[in-house]
């Protein structure tokens, strides 16, 4: 594998390397923080001694010193000694690939299909599955776990601390990707025209009813959102445009978009609220112009207008609550992921 591009490069795939073997709990980037620091100490120290900059040969050196990363992974961890500081974590990392990864997967798709094919019961397949999964998962971690044991008391895991190139390790995570541009560009276009439509609404019934236009005007409910409305499709058309114009705010489509969901559930939320307020016989989102309020016809197909927006609102409403779990899961895992690059670029700065 060819050599890192500088120095800075290398220590950051170190850091990423120990990272891959730190458990994941809240102390993870504070360990990972007070050893890029030990580390610059030491090349800051050694610089100072030989008036340059470090190649990577010697910095190669210092990280050798410093250790294996799985090994600086166990010290720096509390200590869990089921199998032993140094094997521990690689044992962990075997286990649930074998048990999770593998075994999981290949009764689910394969093993209860099968079981299912020959019996034509769904209980007594998805009972024989279990039960052959949990066997299968109770002897495959005693194996891994007696193999690890054995290794424990071997000289093997010596080897595992002394066999190991820095200069192996391997490229640093690259940043996240920024936001598609095609995607916003699309998305800007489709808020533009949205609003220009919804600007247009009051005085062009059609755009919405069509023919039905004739005999069908908006409901009062809709008098008092649509301001609500044209201020939740601003907000839109903004977001889109600095997503677009400030594409170095990475923190921000994230953001903005769990802010926007919000705002649209606050809005939708609103308005069911005030349909349960209103009379049973009331109709809230369609009426009958009044050349058509006495047609049996039309009044039976207001009524289904009526339903069929009633039931559209529930499902926004729905899609509304998924969409704030994957937008809130979606910015914490931003957060997440720039904590976790906070070392290193505390590294580079201070280097």
């Known amino acids: 594998m060819s050599k890192p591009a500088n120095a800075i490069e290398f220590v950051a795939r170190y850091l990423d390397a120990v990272r891959f073997w730190l458990p994941k709990t809240e102390r993870q980037e504070e360990m990972l923080a007070e050893l890029a620091d030990d580390l610059r100490s ?9 008036g340059r900059r470090l190649d990577n040969n010697e910095i190669s050196e210092i990280l050798k010193r410093c250790g294996a990363p799985m090994v600086v992974a166990t010290r720096l961890a509390p200590n869990q000694y089921v199998i032993g500081p140094t094997l521990y974590p690689i044992y962990t990392f ?45 002897i495959a971690a005693g194996i891994i ?14 080897a595992i601390a002394c066999k190991w190139d820095p200069l192996s390790l391997p490229p640093a995570k690259k940043p996240e990707r920024k936001t ?33 236009a004739a005999f069908l005007t908006v409901g009062p409910i809709w008098h008092k959102f649509y301001a609500p409305i044209i201020a939740y499709s601003v907000f839109a058309l903004v977001r889109s445009g600095f997503t ?8 921000f489509p994230s ?16 308005m069911l609220n005030l349909l349960g307020q209103m009379p049973y016989s009331h109709w809230p989102f369609v009426t009958l112009t009044e050349a058509a309020s006495n047609s049996a016809q039309y009044i039976r197909v207001a009524a289904i207008v009526n339903v069929s927006v009633l039931i559209g609102l529930a499902g926004s409403w729905l899609g509304f609550s998924i969409a704030l779990v994957v937008h809130t899961w979606q910015f914490l895992q931003y957060v997440r992921k720039s904590a976790r690059q906070q070392p290193q670029a505390k590294f580079l700065e201070a280097h």
Request: proline share 6%.
């Open 255 to 270: 953001l903005s978009q769990l802010l926007q969901t919000v705002f649209g559930m606050i809005i939708l939320r609103s």
């Open 145 to 158: 776990t007696l193999v690890f044991a054995i290794i424990e008391r071997t000289p093997a895991q010596a």
């Open 94 to 138: 075997v286990l649930k690939m074998v048990l999770f990864w593998i075994l999981v997967p290949v009764f689910g798709f394969i093993v209860a299909p099968s079981i299912l094919a020959s019996t034509g019961s769904w209980g007594a397949a998805i009972g024989t599955t279990l039960a052959a999964l949990w066997n299968g998962l109770f």
């Open 180 to 212: 598609s541009l095609v995607h916003v560009v699309c998305e800007l276009a489709f808020n533009w025209f949205g609003l220009i439509w919804l600007l247009f609404l009051p005085h062009y019934p059609a755009l919405i009813f069509g023919p039905a």
């Open 42 to 50: 030491q090349i800051e120290e050694r610089e100072s001694e030989l």
């Open 244 to 251: 677009l114009a400030k594409p170095q705010w990475t923190w």
